[in-house]
């Protein structure tokens, strides 16, 4: 059963950082897929950033330039790097991993989320 295991979530100021880890229970190489999303109150889930197996990443509009989705192989953990946050990047993030089954569907796997708030 795969675990992932989010940290790093807290209360910043406008313009301030935080740095996000997602810790995998077994080597992330098992995903093709590594991703952060997040959901504010009353609003979709939504993806932030993602990094796929050969290390490419994407990211949404709104994080371009503030936000560096990155991985530790040797760790089993994806990083969010989050840098000149503002209270519209308020939100509960979560880890997302995803794998290809055998019936080449996608299979998600989720974090139990963490909470960042940006408030003056």
């Known amino acids: 059963q795969v675990q992932l295991v989010e940290s790093g979530g807290g209360l910043v100021q406008p313009g301030e950082s935080l740095r996000l880890s997602c810790a995998a229970s077994?080597?992330?190489?098992?995903?093709?897929?590594m991703g952060w999303y997040r959901q504010a109150p009353g609003k979709q889930r939504e993806l932030v950033a993602a990094?796929?197996?050969?290390?490419?990443?994407n990211y949404a509009d709104p994080v371009e330039g503030r936000f560096t989705i990155s991985r530790d192989i040797a760790k089993n953990t994806v990083y969010l790097q989050m840098n000149s946050l503002n209270p519209a990047d308020t939100a509960v993030y979560y880890c997302?991993?995803?794998?290809?089954?055998?019936?080449?569907?996608?299979?998600?796997?989720w974090g139990q989320g963490t909470q960042v708030t940006v408030s003056s």
């Open positions: 997302n991993a995803a794998v290809v089954g055998r019936d080449g569907l996608r299979y998600d796997y």
């Open positions: 990094i796929i197996l050969g290390g490419n990443t």
């Open positions: 077994g080597s992330i190489f098992n995903f093709y897929v």
